[in-house]
């Protein structure tokens, strides 16, 4: 983040959670205002396209780890590999791997297994709503998987090789997609140091509302923009628990959420001009 606030000339920044340090791939970085909006961006899904490699387990479920034990694989099949995919894909119960950011009364599981300590995480929750096989050329298995927040792709590597009986740790992982931000879109940090302008940099810019794009979204009139801004609640002709409003002027005035009154109140007000969106 220290290199993108330099060649954006900007400190009040944010990204989207951070991909493993072996890892490469789509990073969603915010700035300004944007920032407030990075925790809905963690309800998007996310695609990945992950090369698994059979036959080796690890400490950390990579192969950056210590090799626990190795397996021969000649003899899983695609069709095997197809049905163990199958237990995993859905909603299910995933233990995040001990090396990882996710923390302990304070401090990192990673820290605390490189200190020696070593406490296995709780599994938690994960939604993964598709695996695709891309190519499978023993012992390497490459896919593609459509995920939830929370979703550790070493785990799946980890789980698959359980359910293979011959153990499985990931090789390489790429993000392809978050949310509306794809890869075929994304600059690399060298790419944007080198945009040599302001101008350059604010051409790449998303609008602020590309998040939360999906939401009903309505335009109130000046008394109810005021209202908002106030931080009162209103009244909105609106479905659903939450939606986004817009001044007359079309810019995005706050996201609101329903009360218990069915009345619409202000979660966060934003203060943008039309240059700003």
Request: charged letters at 30%; one cysteine or more; aromatic letters at 8%.
């Amino acid at each position: 983040m220290a290199e993108v606030k330099k060649a954006t000339k900007t400190q009040h920044l944010g990204h989207a959670g951070t991909l493993d340090k072996e890892a490469i791939g789509v990073l969603p970085v915010a700035i300004g205002e944007a920032t407030r909006l990075i925790e809905f961006l963690h309800e998007k899904t996310k695609l990945y396209r992950a090369e698994i490699e059979l036959g080796i387990e690890t400490d950390t479920y990579d192969l950056t780890g210590r090799v626990l034990y190795t397996s021969d694989t000649s003899n899983v099949s695609l069709k095997e590999i197809r049905e163990a995919l199958l237990f995993i894909k859905g909603e299910n119960w995933q233990r995040p791997p001990i090396y990882s950011a996710l923390k302990y009364n304070g401090a990192r599981f990673a820290d605390l297994a490189r200190r020696g300590v070593t406490i296995m995480p709780p599994k938690r929750p994960a939604q993964i709503y598709d695996i695709a096989i891309i190519n499978f050329e023993p012992p390497n298995l490459t896919i593609e998987v459509e995920c939830g927040k929370g979703t550790f792709i070493r785990s799946l590597a980890h789980d698959l090789g359980e359910k293979l009986g011959c153990g499985a740790c990931l090789k390489k992982l790429e993000r392809l997609k978050y949310g509306p931000f794809d890869i075929n879109h994304a600059i690399t940090i060298d790419e944007l140091k080198s945009l040599g302008s302001d101008d350059h940099f604010y051409g790449l810019l998303y609008p602020l509302d590309i998040v939360i794009d999906d939401w009903p979204a309505i335009i109130v009139d000046k008394a109810k923009e005021i209202a908002i801004r106030q931080g009162k609640p209103v009244d909105l002709p609106v479905d659903g628990p939450r939606c986004r409003a817009y001044s007359q002027d079309g810019c995005l005035t706050a996201i609101l959420m329903r009360n218990k009154d069915d009345r619409w109140s202000p979660k966060k007000v934003f203060c943008l001009d039309r240059n700003d969106g």
